[in-house]
Antibody
Framework: QVQLVESGGGVVQPGRSLRLSCAAS????????MHWVRQAPGKGLEWVAV????????YYADSVKGRFPISRDNSKNTLYLQMNGLRAEDTAVYYC????????????????WGRGTTVTVSS | DIQMTQSPSSLSASVGDRVAITCRAS??????LNWYQQKPGKAPKLLIY???SLLSGVPSRFSGSGFGTDFTLTISSLQPEDFATYFC?????????FGGGTKVAIK
């Protein structure tokens, strides 16, 4: 079945780095844009970044621009988020999500979500 | 950036009630408006995309309407499994943005 599984979360000190991964299965990964969305404890949803199906287009929230590069390996059906210069305010559950649009540089709804991985930034 | 404002932030309702949640965009987003449902400890689920299209498997008691800047999610007859938090999200332009959420609780 269609599935996304995130990994790589943990507890990290401020200023350090962490890389999140999202393994996809059950669909043609290379045909869909992919997002990272986060949710701080007790808060709402915050979109973090998106990468186009072919990896050529990447967009970021201002809060992570320049710190959290998004990437993908279509040969491994895997999405990544490299998190550098972590701050306390980056503490959240990080979800990867599949966009509905196929082979498109436009973005629609996020129709498949992983269960999330928790990142805690604390000294 | 496009700001998304949901109202109310919370509501109490009974099983069988008709419930409406509104979402307003700070500028026009055409029909690029999506609705998600999230239950505690779970990932969000897409309910409605492009303002009014129900994702396959979503009950028909859910409906969406609107255009431009003002949008509404309606639940025609609230069921026990509908008690959750609902988020709107615009996909008109990056950065994509979510509304603050509406928590639907049992009265």
């Amino acid at each position: 079945q269609v599935q996304l599984v995130e990994s790589g979360g943990g507890v990290v000190q401020p200023g350090r780095s962490l890389r999140l991964s999202c393994a996809a299965s059950g669909f043609s990964f290379s045909s869909y844009g992919m997002h990272w969305v986060r949710q701080a404890p007790g808060k709402g949803l915050e979109w973090v970044a998106v990468i186009s199906y072919d990896g050529n287009n990447k967009y970021y929230a201002d809060s992570v621009k320049g710190r959290f590069p998004i990437s993908r390996d279509n040969s491994k059906n895997t999405l990544y988020l490299q998190m550098n210069g972590l701050r306390a305010e980056d503490t959240a559950v990080y979800y990867c999500a599949k966009d509905m649009g196929s082979n498109s540089n436009d973005y629609y709804g996020m129709d498949v979500w992983g269960r999330g991985t928790t990142v805690t930034v604390s000294s | 950036d496009i700001q998304m404002t949901q109202s109310p932030s919370s509501l109490s309702a009974s099983v069988g009630d008709r419930v409406a949640i509104t979402c307003r965009a700070s500028q026009t987003i055409s029909s690029y408006l999506n609705w998600y449902q999230q239950k505690p400890g779970k990932a969000p689920k897409l309910l409605i995309y492009a303002t009014s299209s129900l994702l396959s498997g979503v009950p028909s008691r859910f409906s969406g309407s609107g255009f431009g800047t003002d949008f509404t999610l309606t639940i025609s007859s609230l069921q026990p499994e509908d008690f959750a938090t609902y988020f709107c999200q615009q996909s008109y332009s990056v950065p994509l943005t979510f509304g603050g959420g509406t928590k639907v609780a049992i009265k």
